[in-house]
T-cell receptor, first 109, second 115 residues
Framework: QKEVEQNSGPLSVPEGAIASLNCTYS??????FFWYRQYSGKSPELIMF????GDKEDGRFTAQLNKASQYVSLLIRDSQPSDSATYLC?????????FGKGTSLLVTP | EAQVTQNPRYLITVTGKKLTVTCSQN?????MSWYRQDPGLGLRQIYY???????DKGDVPEGYKVSRKEKRNFPLILESPSPNQTSLYFC???FGSGRGQETQYFGPGTRLLVL
């Protein structure tokens, strides 16, 4: 089984700060990497995807990928209380998509 | 509205009583998938389908069956449910499994309790 590892948290940051979420994966053949956000009791929703090494920015979110280190991260700038949720890292492995267990983020006012 | 729908949303059943959870998408997606989500274990893939009549096992297929007779529908069948299948189930779909097509859209989830 291909592993996707995330720190479960909770990660607590004050409002306006930068939240940094990390993920490592075991399948060196993986090509596609995703970050999903899941509010309690709701279904996951896509935040970003990244395919190439480096940074990809979308609004307050930046995804970073380092394939050599098998590492992907998500930065959330100017964190808001509405960002409080569980963030799931997902990595493709062939036709399957493997998810990490998620990191719980709490943004405190 | 583009969406993935699941039915039922909540289900309480007893051990051994066959049940089906339906999943339907209206986005003409080729790829569909079923996941279960359990506390401390995260989202785990049960089965996926790359297209009509093409399915494959995910990480936790034991005790489940699927079929893909039409592009839009991907039902999950529990032939003889057991208490360890109590979980939150999500259906998801995407345009395909190739790069650039893999973004998965999730249904609202089905909470299953097996007594």
């Amino acid at each position: 089984q291909k592993e996707v590892e995330q720190n479960s948290g909770p990660l607590s940051v004050p409002e306006g700060a930068i939240a940094s979420l990390n993920c490592t994966y075991s399948d060196r053949g993986s090509q596609s990497f995703f970050w999903y956000r899941q509010y309690s009791g709701k279904s996951p929703e896509l935040i970003m995807f990244i395919y190439s090494n480096g940074d990809k920015e979308d609004g307050r979110f930046t995804a970073q990928l380092n394939k050599a280190s098998q590492y992907v991260s998500l930065l959330i700038r100017d964190s808001q209380p509405s960002d409080s949720a569980t963030y799931l890292c997902a990595v493709n492995s062939g036709y399957a998509l493997n998810f990490g267990k998620g990191t719980s983020l709490l943004v405190t006012p | 509205e583009a969406q993935v729908t699941q039915n039922p949303r909540y289900l309480i059943t007893v051990t051994g009583k066959k049940l089906t959870v339906t999943c339907s998408q209206n986005m003409n997606h080729e790829y569909m998938s079923w996941y279960r989500q359990d506390p401390g274990l995260g989202l785990r893939q049960i089965y996926y389908s790359m297209n009509v009549e093409v399915t494959d096992k995910g990480d936790v297929p034991e005790g489940y069956k699927v079929s893909r007779k039409e592009k839009r529908n991907f039902p999950l069948i529990l032939e003889s449910p057991s208490p360890n299948q109590t979980s939150l189930y999500f259906c998801a779909s995407s345009f395909g499994s190739g790069r650039g097509q893999e973004t998965q859209y999730f249904g609202p989830g089905t909470r299953l309790l097996v007594l």
